[in-house]
């Protein structure tokens, strides 16, 4: 009872900060800003009742990584070369980890979220990261 009860606490934080569908999906378009360096490319995520699933993909359609969020942590798969980096694969989990941990915009130490509108924004103060994810639908309108 009490692993459901943190299980559903984690989805529904999820969801909080991010627009799913009737399938379960949350379709962003995300850009990663890291030293004065951008990178975009999709987010696309689905949700079943106790694991976030999802993929980050460039504009070329190349996976950077797949990721499962589950009882407050991530995990990442697939990671390609570039990324795959013991220093940057810890980042990005924590990074991710924090992000679908909370319900509303935030600041804990070196970390920040802030939801404006459709969009939702993960600032990593320490190694100068920003994540910016906003909903694919408004975009496309």
Do not use: P
Not at 68 to 73: F, S, V
Request: aromatic fraction near 10%; charge should be positive.
């Amino acid at each position: 009872m009490v692993v459901w009860l943190l299980v559903s606490i984690g989805s529904v934080q999820a969801q909080a900060l991010f627009t799913f569908d009737d399938e379960g999906m949350a379709r962003t378009h995300l850009e990663l800003s890291a030293h004065g360096r951008d990178i975009t490319g999709l987010c696309l995520m689905r949700q079943s009742e106790d694991t976030l699933r999802g993929s980050v993909i460039n504009e070329f359609g190349i996976k950077a990584f797949d990721f499962t969020y589950r009882e407050g942590k991530t995990k990442l798969m697939n990671v390609a070369s570039f990324l795959n980096k013991w220093y940057i694969r810890r980042t990005l989990q924590r990074d991710l980890s924090f992000l679908f941990s909370q319900t509303t915009s935030c600041c804990r130490g070196q970390r920040s979220v802030e939801k404006n509108g459709d969009t939702v924004s993960l600032v990593n103060k320490r190694h100068k990261l920003t994540y910016r994810f906003r909903n694919l639908d408004e975009i496309t309108e």
